[in-house]
């Protein structure tokens, strides 16, 4: 069976659709990330809906890569009778949803076999499928699918099958559309003019990047792949395009990821604006601020790509889960879980778009961002669940008082630098109280580090961002403990786990592997303690964890050597580009801080 890695990503900035190292789409959401797979062989058998393209009889390609600077990607298998490739990609979208495809003859001569197995509802519903004078078309209830294609096409046990051959110089395109089942047949798409204007659109859009240095490779490829998670409409940008992959294989840690986390919002304006990004920071902005308009005490740590807030979490008993991994879910019922620290994370961010505004436009935020303060005020102190979703008992998690403190802070600069209007005394004194009240409990002086929570002894990778955020200095003596326990007993072959689950009551069973965004943080914390050469062994080790065109995905599996969870995941790929240009220019400061040169982006 396929791993996590052997996946490569194109999608048109609605939707995306994952594809193997054999040629097949295992999975695709149409037409929207959160809608129902119509393709989820990912989590299933072949069965459940998957789209081959391959030469026939033949295994995993032999190489692939992205066209560079675009999500346009290219498999090419070499075969005894020549040579072909499959180009993927999925046009930005205007009013045509598809999905193309087109067979290349590289050289010789190459037997070719198309297999579309169209399963909507993840795997559930077969359509109904008629022949058309260009393809198929494939209803049922609200879904409506149309191939396109020249090949010829025939139905095999309830699939549509393709077998043709290609020679050196011939192309043969294949293009899926999707629509509303009581609309009008689309007009056809021309693939040829797709990959044209698919092309011209990553273009212009890496064009825009400011970066440069050693790692220019890498950021660019982490900054497409964070653009293609972004959901145009709206802004918001999902945290994974996939549900279900696993944490522990066999498992129960299996998640839904298809929505925007609050959390991400600090991460996701420091990586695009440090870049040069400035529209997209500004959807993402107006996103989060229609997000978490309302009362106050109803912030949830996710919402939907729209904003919606309910996300209720559902089991799929029919799919029996990647590598058997069950349940399969949709929906997340960490979403109303009491998180302190996501409104420091909220005011964290708008503090940085501020900060980066030249026209004072970031302003229109300030009312929202007083409400959120003075709940917060009369809520810090609450033991709460945790960055991490723990669904064991509510602790007072030290990072939760942290970014209590960060709230307070952002709050008392915003008065300060910004004229702005709110009691800066009041708020100063909390900021003190807070500070102090994780200095006494929060730390562990035995063993001279910070502690998950007050009154364990437990370690969390969330206390390397101290000194992101500007609570303490990054040289000061407890953050330099801090990150040599971590280094020394929250580490698995040197990479950072969240923190140790059979010890810390997470409320689940089961294991997991280290955290490859936490493995970043690592990297930054041992730049701010100055030990720049171990910082650099690490990133660069980061980077080999990579698939082959450039994609992490939550977790990897030090024992075993392959990438764990959903994937490709947004959380792992802001801090790469943040430890690639700090490494690049290191830049110390809070996360509120601007970046010189390249806009804001130093820090948290």
């Known amino acids: 069976m396929a791993e996590i890695s052997d996946y490569a990503m194109v999608g048109d900035l609605h939707t995306a659709a994952l594809v193997g190292r054999s040629g097949s789409i295992d999975w695709m959401c149409l037409p929207d990330f959160d809608s129902p797979a119509c393709f989820a062989a990912l989590l299933d058998f072949p069965e459940a809906g998957r789209w081959l393209l391959a030469p026939a009889g033949a295994g995993n390609c032999t190489r692939r890569r992205y066209r560079p600077g675009t999500l346009i990607l290219e498999t090419e298998w070499d075969t005894a009778g020549g040579s072909v490739r499959v180009t993927d990609f999925m046009p930005a979208r205007d009013d045509s949803v598809d999905m193309v495809r087109i067979v290349e003859g590289l050289n010789g001569s190459v037997p070719m076999i198309g297999e579309l197995l169209l399963r909507f509802d993840y795997g559930r519903i077969v359509p109904w499928v008629r022949r058309t004078d260009t393809g198929i078309s494939a209803i049922a209830g609200p879904d409506a699918a149309y191939l396109s294609t020249p090949a010829p096409v025939k139905g095999q046990d309830m699939r549509t099958i393709s077998e043709f051959t290609v020679k050196a110089g011939e192309r043969v395109p294949f293009v899926l559309h999707w629509a509303p089942s009581w609309k009008p047949v689309p007009d056809r798409t021309d693939p040829h003019r797709a990959l044209a204007s698919t092309q011209a659109f990553w273009d212009h859009w890496t064009g825009r990047n400011?970066?440069?240095?050693?790692?220019?490779?890498?950021?660019?490829?982490?900054?497409?792949?964070?653009?293609?998670?972004?959901?145009?409409?709206?802004?918001?940008?999902?945290?994974?395009?996939?549900?279900?992959?696993?944490?522990?294989?066999?498992?129960?840690?299996?998640?839904?990821?298809?929505?925007?986390?609050?959390?991400?919002?600090?991460?996701?304006?420091?990586?695009?604006?440090?870049?040069?990004?400035?529209e997209e920071a500004s959807a993402w902005r107006e996103w989060l601020l229609r997000a978490v308009a309302g009362d106050p005490a109803d912030l949830q740590i996710m919402y939907g790509i729209d904003g919606t807030r309910r996300l209720p979490?559902?089991?799929?008993?029919?799919?029996?889960?990647?590598?058997?991994?069950?349940?399969?879910?949709?929906?997340?019922?960490?979403?109303?879980?009491?998180?302190?620290?996501?409104?420091?994370?909220?005011?964290?961010?708008?503090?940085?778009?501020?900060?980066?505004?030249?026209?004072?436009?970031?302003?229109?935020?300030?009312?929202?961002?007083?409400?959120?303060?003075?709940?917060?005020?009369?809520?810090?102190?609450?033991?709460?669940?945790?960055?991490?979703?723990?669904?064991?008992?509510?602790?007072?998690?030290?990072?939760?008082?942290?970014?209590?403190?960060?709230?307070?802070?952002?709050?008392?600069?915003?008065?300060?630098?910004?004229?702005?209007?709110?009691?800066?005394?009041?708020?100063?004194?909390?900021?003190?109280?807070?500070?102090?009240?994780?200095?006494?409990?929060?730390?562990?002086?035995?063993?001279?580090?910070?502690?998950?929570?007050?009154?364990?002894?437990?370690?969390?990778?969330?206390?390397?961002?101290?000194?992101?955020?500007?609570?303490?200095?990054?040289?000061?003596?407890?953050?330099?403990?801090?990150?040599?326990?971590?280094?020394?007993?929250?580490?698995?072959?040197?990479?950072?786990?969240?923190?140790?689950?059979?010890?810390?009551?997470?409320?689940?069973?089961?294991?997991?592997?280290?955290?490859?965004?936490?493995?970043?943080?690592?990297?930054?914390?041992?730049?701010?303690?100055?030990?720049?050469?171990?910082?650099?062994?690490?990133?660069?080790?980061?980077?080999?964890?990579?698939?082959?065109?450039?994609?992490?995905?939550?977790?990897?599996?030090?024992?075993?050597?392959?990438?764990?969870?959903?994937t490709p995941q947004a959380f792992s790929h802001f801090p790469l580009i943040h430890c690639a240009l700090q490494l690049e220019h290191p830049r110390p400061g809070s996360s509120d801080t601007a970046l010189p040169g390249s806009g804001p982006g130093s820090g948290r």
């Not at 972004?230 to 549900?243: H, Q």
């Not at 562990?444 to 101290?466: K, M, P, R």
């Open 210 to 278: 400011t970066t440069s240095g050693p790692y220019q490779e890498a950021v660019q490829r982490s900054l497409i792949t964070l653009k293609a998670l972004t959901y145009a409409p709206t802004g918001g940008i999902v945290a994974a395009p996939t549900t279900s992959l696993p944490e522990d294989p066999g498992g129960s840690r299996n998640w839904d990821y298809r929505f925007c986390w609050l959390r991400d919002a600090t991460l996701t304006l420091q990586s695009l604006l440090a870049c040069g990004y400035t």
């Open 313 to 566: 979490e559902a089991e799929l008993p029919w799919l029996r889960g990647f590598k058997d991994s069950k349940p399969v879910r949709t929906g997340n019922a960490a979403a109303p879980q009491l998180q302190l620290d996501v409104w420091g994370e909220v005011l964290d961010g708008l503090a940085l778009t501020r900060a980066a505004a030249t026209d004072g436009a970031a302003d229109d935020s300030w009312d929202i961002q007083v409400a959120l303060m003075e709940y917060l005020e009369g809520a810090w102190d609450q033991p709460d669940n945790g960055l991490w979703e723990m669904r064991g008992p509510r602790r007072n998690f030290t990072h939760s008082k942290v970014m209590a403190w960060v709230a307070a802070d952002r709050m008392v600069k915003g008065i300060q630098q910004y004229r702005l209007p709110g009691p800066q005394v009041r708020w100063a004194a909390l900021r003190q109280q807070i500070h102090d009240d994780v200095m006494a409990h929060g730390f562990d002086e035995e063993h001279n580090t910070f502690v998950q929570s007050y009154g364990s002894t437990e370690l969390d990778a969330s206390l390397l961002l101290i000194p992101r955020v500007g609570f303490l200095p990054r040289n000061h003596p407890r953050v330099t403990g801090t990150v040599e326990a971590i280094q020394k007993h929250l580490t698995r072959d040197g990479f950072v786990l969240r923190y140790h689950p059979e010890a810390a009551n997470d409320g689940l069973p089961g294991t997991e592997g280290v955290f490859l965004a936490c493995s970043f943080w690592l990297v930054d914390a041992l730049l701010g303690i100055g030990r720049r050469e171990q910082a650099t062994a690490l990133f660069e080790r980061l980077l080999t964890l990579r698939n082959d065109v450039g994609l992490l995905s939550e977790e990897w599996d030090p024992k075993n050597h392959r990438q764990l969870g959903n």
